[in-house]
């Protein structure tokens, strides 16, 4: 099983359009999450296309986003159970998957809107640890998108913020499989549970950073 994500930048390089959708196929995800991403790119490949809200974030950030942008889209091939409900759903978006482990809940997300330097990025981040706790309760969970954090150098991180996240995962039981990387604020983290007895590898994709100015990550769980 492979899960990944990545920051597609609001198609910032949108002349490249055919090869960010090249990168994603190549990737070949069983889930794969974006994030800052654009209905312009063709997912055609994916059963499942679930998207967060495209008109009530305009309403509260107006002239920030495109008509075509939304912050979440979530695709995959595995069959959608439910969605649960978050805090806001122009920010994140959960769904549950059945998949050949079992069912796990996807909690894709962007913490923050402007930065983990704005007030909003605390708010956020609160908010959502709330989340994590009631979702990941009898529940297999993956917190996964733009944190906004990096966890293994100084590239871009509050601690207030790192520690929080890590607390939280301490007392829900998930792994942070991504905290490693460098130059990384993308992340995947999942329930400890679910991937017990189980080979976890993480790469990434786009170090360049020529089609996004994220890399792109995914983790590889072998059967």
């Not at 490949?45 to 309403?59: A, M």
């Not at 069912?103 to 609160?126: A, M, P, Q, S």
């Not at 549970?193 to 590889?220: C, M, P, R």
């Amino acid at each position: 099983m492979k899960i990944a994500t990545w920051n597609v930048e609001r198609l910032k390089h949108k002349s490249k359009l055919a090869l960010i959708q090249k990168a994603i196929e190549r990737i070949n995800a069983d889930i794969l999450v974006l994030t800052e991403t654009d209905s312009c790119i063709n997912t055609g490949n994916y059963k499942y296309r679930i998207d967060s809200s495209f008109q009530l974030k305009r309403d509260k950030y107006p002239n920030y986003y495109l008509p075509t942008e939304n912050r979440i889209t979530i695709l995959t091939n595995y069959d959608l159970i439910k969605h649960h409900e978050t805090y806001d759903k122009d920010t994140t978006l959960c769904v549950e998957l059945k998949t050949p482990k079992g069912n796990l809940i996807v909690y894709g997300t962007i913490i923050g809107i402007y930065g983990n330097r704005n007030e909003n990025f605390k708010v956020d981040l609160d908010k959502q640890l709330n989340d994590f706790d009631k979702l990941s309760k009898e529940n297999n969970l993956c917190i996964i998108g733009d944190y906004n954090i990096s966890f293994e150098d100084n590239y871009y991180f509050t601690n207030e913020g790192r520690n929080k996240l890590k607390d939280s995962f301490t007392q829900n039981n998930i792994l942070l499989h991504t905290w490693n990387k460098k130059d990384c604020i993308d992340h995947i983290a999942i329930s400890t549970l679910f991937t017990q007895g189980i080979k976890a590898e993480a790469e990434e994709w786009n170090k360049d950073k020529k089609l996004s100015d994220h890399k792109g990550i995914y983790v590889n769980l072998a059967d």
